[in-house]
């Protein structure tokens, strides 16, 4: 009880910096500082249609940084593609999770404690009352030795294929989801010489939502109100093929119209111009300070 209490503050707490109404914060009036902006692309390497608009994101966008995630069935592409663009700043998207209904995907190692009877990841972080008979992967009780093993594969498995790999972050926040697994994962963060996911930067709210009608409207109506400081906008760009119409679970079953809206508004002239106007500055983990 203890635990998911300190989980509950540390929820509120984060909530409460999400949402300050402090002079700094998202929809207050612009102070006339320096704003500095960290465009994230997530998930590659679960599908082609998520690994091309990634790319395009960064090539022909605004995104400085993407994810990848190693277990996924299309990572070899993704480190083809990012071999590509050696200039894009690439993380890897530590995956302890398998959320969609119909594709899934497990761990390197051999890992008992982290994966349900058909050897696939748990579906989501914590059970959910919106997600009946899921098990969530904090409730499995997961060792972490295994946790450990499995951390340590991915990364080297990215830094096997990937020679640009700055920083690590946690997909669905697995990962750093209670005060051990975080210690955890910065210990093999600072293990490889690289950076955790910075928590020092202020959070970019998730304008619109996965129920979002025009994203790229909505993401220049937010960038035109952008205060000064650091922040970071982490997404999800796609195409909506038929690859991806096929993804989805509980609450989240029109995965490919979101992340299509996702990938113009990160390619969308009317963003770019948005940006240049205000004077915003774009960069990526390897930009920041350790």
């Known amino acids: 009880m203890k635990y998911f209490s300190q989980l509950l503050f540390s929820s509120i707490v984060l909530l409460s910096a999400c949402f300050s109404t ?24 679960v599908s082609q249609s998520i690994n091309e608009a990634c790319i395009q994101s960064y090539r022909d966008g605004v995104a400085r940084s993407i994810e990848v995630i190693v277990t996924g069935a299309w990572f070899l592409d993704a480190a083809r593609l990012l071999k590509e663009n050696p200039g894009c700043d690439v ?130 109506a937010a960038l035109g109100k952008l205060g000064a400081g650091t922040w970071m906008l982490v997404e999800h760009p796609g195409f909506d093929t038929p690859e991806l119409r096929g993804f989805g679970h509980v609450g989240y079953e029109n995965v490919a119209q979101h992340r299509a809206g996702v990938t113009k508004a990160f390619t969308s002239k009317k963003v770019k111009t948005t940006i240049q106007e205000r004077g915003i500055q774009l960069i990526s983990y390897a930009d920041l300070k350790n």
């Open 22 to 45: 402090q002079p700094n914060s998202l929809l207050a009036a612009d102070t006339g500082g320096e704003i500095q902006l960290l465009m994230r692309s997530d998930d590659m390497g």
């Open 91 to 220: 993380g890897v998207h530590l995956c302890l999770t398998s959320e969609w209904d119909y594709c899934k995907w497990g761990p390197l190692t051999h890992a008992p404690t982290l994966v349900d009877s058909d050897g696939y990841f748990w579906p989501i972080t914590r059970t959910r009352s919106s997600q009946p008979g899921s098990t969530g992967f904090l409730e499995a009780n997961p060792d972490l030795a295994e946790v450990e093993a499995e951390l340590r594969a991915q990364i080297e498995m990215a830094l096997k294929h990937l020679p640009n790999v700055t920083h690590v972050s946690a997909h669905m926040g697995a990962a750093t989801a209670s005060p051990e697994l975080r210690t955890l994962t910065s210990r093999i963060a600072s293990e490889y010489r690289l950076r955790l996911e910075s928590q020092e930067l202020q959070r970019f709210p998730r304008i619109g939502g996965i129920h979002s009608q025009d994203f790229e409207s909505e993401l220049v």
